[in-house]
Antibody, heavy 121, light 107 residues
Framework: QVQLQESGPGLVKPSGTLSLTCAVS?????????WSWVRQPPGRGLEWIGE???????NYNPSLKSRVTISVDKSKNLFSLILTSVTAADTAVYYC??????????????WGQGSLVTVSS | DIQMTQSPSSLSASVGDRVTLTCRAS??????LNWYQQKPGKAPNLLIY???SLQSGVPSRFSGSGSGTDFTLTISSLQPEDFATYYC?????????FGGGTKVEIK
């Protein structure tokens, strides 16, 4: 059974850097999947942040691209999110997710439980 | 970016009702359309992928249809555990985008 687990600080100061890690178990991060980050502000909808392939190739949401870096650590079977210059608008539950490419139709079939990150002084 | 618009934003229904949710894309996405269910405090759960394929383990009362720009999710007979928020998502291009959600509430 594939499992994803987010970890990282729950509180970040304004103008600081948000850093989260997603540990993957039950599947190798080097399989043919993209590994994504999605966030959800309290009481609001879902926003895709970006994705990475095990080769290191990444795609980002243009709305966040200047502040986001997603990286992968194949030796530890995990991937990470860094978001810089955060403001209160970045307060959200952050999810990591596996995007399967089976049959050529991408979909997010496994999700982490989510990690609430609050931006506040 | 491709904008995804869901309607209605919320609806009230009774157990046993047939419910239809709509999702419209701002440009054609073929059948690169997925549906997710989300309950409070939980991660989204994949229900339908490629517009009409039922994800493994999902009850057959859920079905999806559509192609191009217009899509629907139908729940044939609403069950108590189906009261949740439903999101559509396009994966035709990046950035992946989600609809604003439809909250299904108990009448």
């Amino acid at each position: 059974q594939v499992q994803l687990q987010e970890s990282g600080p729950g509180l970040v100061k304004p103008s600081g850097t948000l850093s989260l890690t997603c540990a993957v178990s039950g599947a190798s991060i080097t399989t043919i999947n993209w590994w994504s980050w999605v966030r959800q502000p309290p009481g609001r909808g879902l926003e895709w942040i970006g994705e990475i392939y095990y080769s290191g190739s990444a795609n980002y949401n243009p709305s966040l691209k200047s502040r986001v870096t997603i990286s992968v650590d194949k030796s530890k079977n995990l991937f990470s999110l860094i978001l810089t210059s955060v403001t209160a608008a970045d307060t959200a539950v952050y999810y990591c997710a596996k995007e399967t490419l089976d049959g050529g139709m991408p979909r997010f079939d496994y999700w982490g439980q989510g990690s609430l990150v609050t931006v506040s002084s | 970016d491709i904008q995804m618009t869901q309607s209605p934003s919320s609806l009230s229904a009774s157990v046993g009702d047939r419910v239809t949710l709509t999702c419209r894309a701002s440009q054609t996405i073929d059948t690169y359309l997925n549906w997710y269910q989300q309950k409070p405090g939980k991660a989204p759960n994949l229900l339908i992928y490629a517009a009409s394929s039922l994800q493994s383990g999902v009850p057959s009362r859920f079905s999806g249809s559509g192609s191009g720009t217009d899509f629907t999710l139908t729940i044939s007979s609403l069950q108590p555990e189906d009261f949740a928020t439903y999101y559509c998502q396009q994966t035709h291009v990046t950035p992946r985008t989600f609809g604003g959600g439809t909250k299904v509430e108990i009448k």
